[in-house]
T-cell receptor, first 113, second 115 residues
């Protein structure tokens, strides 16, 4: 079985400062890991994914995440927050070729001017 | 638009009524998924189809829920005798199955409110 824990339910940053959204995972198999973003009244959008290739994954809109097996973590970062980054972010784990994607509870990112 | 579409976007119904939602996946995607998302929570898996075959159902999917994908294209999710606890966002996603690292494209969701 697999699961994810998003360590912060809410993160607030100032525009132009770095973003760190934390995610720890648990999986019995080699996991695939994803970050999705959900803006209000919009569908879930894939930011990036890790599938056992490079451990540092670059996504859209300047986001990246690093897979650290020793720490069972897949934290999402961005060097400089933009107002448009304010949204709900979900960390997701799926076992290799498994259809059961498990979502974390989400982290709400607020960006202050 | 080549994304996943869902209709209706919003549905308000009275307790005890039946409702049906539709999902149109990305045309070449053979897998289709339904999720439910309640306020403040991440999406929870309900069921998925490989072409027209329903291959997996979550225990969250009670016998009041039924999903179909008759021709392996669009899918419908029906809830019979709705209850207030059914109020949630119902999300549909599609993907190309069988590929390592295949990921899902999500639709905008149908928000159900049961009064």
């Amino acid at each position: 079985a697999q699961s994810v824990t998003q360590l912060d339910s809410h993160v607030s940053v100032s525009e132009g400062t770095p973003v760190l959204l934390r995610c720890n995972y648990s999986s019995s198999y080699s996991p695939s890991l994803f970050w999705y973003v959900q803006h209000p009244n919009k569908g879930l959008q894939l930011l990036l994914k890790y599938t056992s290739a490079a451990t540092l994954v670059k996504g859209i809109n300047g986001f990246e995440a690093e897979f650290k097996k020793s720490e069972t973590s897949f934290h999402l970062t961005k060097p400089s927050a933009h107002m448009s980054d304010a949204a709900e972010y979900f960390c997701v784990v799926s076992a290799y070729n498994n259809n059961d994607m498990r979502f974390g509870a989400g982290t709400r990112l607020t960006v202050k001017p | 638009d080549t994304g996943v579409s869902q209709n209706p976007r919003h549905k308000i119904t009275k307790r005890g009524q039946n409702v049906t939602f539709r999902c149109d996946p990305i045309s070449e995607h053979n897998r289709l998924y339904w999720y439910r998302q309640t306020l403040g929570q991440g999406p929870e898996f309900l069921t998925y189809f490989q072409n027209e075959a329903q291959l997996e159902k979550s225990r969250l999917l009670s016998d009041r829920f039924s999903a179909e994908r008759p021709k392996g294209s669009f899918s419908t999710l029906e809830i019979q005798r709705t209850e207030q606890g059914d109020s949630a966002m119902y999300l549909c996603a599609s993907s190309l199955g069988g590929l390592a690292g295949a990921w899902e494209f999500f639709g905008p969701g149908t928000r159900l409110t049961v009064l």
